[in-house]
């Protein structure tokens, strides 16, 4: 199976800071990379796909980048809307499998 | 708009057996495959299985092949999940979801195996 891993685990920031999560594959997946925002109690909420592609409706605050083993994730500007969990997703293989998430909370 | 609505969630005990449902609406239902995630509480996603969008094939995790089926009836855009054997580490929050990338997922339904 291909295990993700991300980092950090947790972060604080304040509004208007510039937040990058990072999520490693133990082996290359291409492309086949997908993020989601996970608030309390709500179903996860797909940011992007494609490793880069931002889905439907998401704020271009938030971009994706990288292939091959190591991705990034970027939230431009932190607005307290952004406060969640957010988790990278692999797609190359079957299992499917997450990484362990990174809980972005207020600093 | 595109909805999936999760149901028959509940507390089982060890051994028993529970039948999830994922009903579907505003998209052409019998052209995408349907996976299940499940969220036991406090911890991160797992992928479940996977039915493809003729449900001729599916494919499941190791931790639950062998005790879960995946079906689906496409003129009732309803896709099941049977779970058998059902062990306490199987209780969650049980989602369904579609396509490989996840673009769009149910409410949710808890699933809590105990005595």
């Known amino acids: 199976d291909i295990q993700m891993t991300q980092s950090p685990s947790s972060l604080s920031a304040s509004i208007g800071d510039r937040v990058t999560i990072t999520c490693r594959a133990s082996?290359?997946?291409?492309?086949?990379l997908a993020w989601f925002q996970q608030k309390p109690g709500k179903a996860p909420k797909s940011l992007i796909y494609?490793?880069?592609s931002l889905q439907s409706g998401v704020p271009s605050k938030f971009s994706g980048s990288g292939s091959g083993t190591e991705f990034t994730l970027t939230i431009s500007s932190l607005q307290p809307e952004d406060f969640a969990t957010y988790y990278c997703q692999q797609y190359r293989t079957y299992p499917f499998t997450f990484g362990p998430g990174t809980k972005v909370d207020i600093k | 708009q595109v909805q999936l609505v999760e149901s028959g969630g509940g507390v089982v005990q060890p051994g028993g057996s529970l039948r999830l449902s994922c009903a579907a609406s505003g998209f052409t239902f019998s052209n995408f495959d349907i996976h299940w995630v499940r969220q036991a509480p406090g911890k991160g996603l797992e992928w479940v299985a996977i039915v493809s969008n003729g449900g001729t094939s599916g494919f499941y995790a190791e931790s639950v092949k062998g005790r879960f089926t995946v079906s689906r009836d496409n003129s009732k855009n309803t896709v099941y999940l049977q779970m058998d054997s059902l062990r306490p580490e199987d209780t969650a929050v049980y989602y369904c979801?579609?396509?490989?990338?996840?673009?769009?997922w149910g409410q949710g339904t808890l699933v809590t195996v105990s005595t």
């Open positions: 494609g490793a880069s």
């Open positions: 979801t579609r396509v490989y990338y996840f673009d769009y």
């Open positions: 082996q290359g997946i291409g492309s086949f």
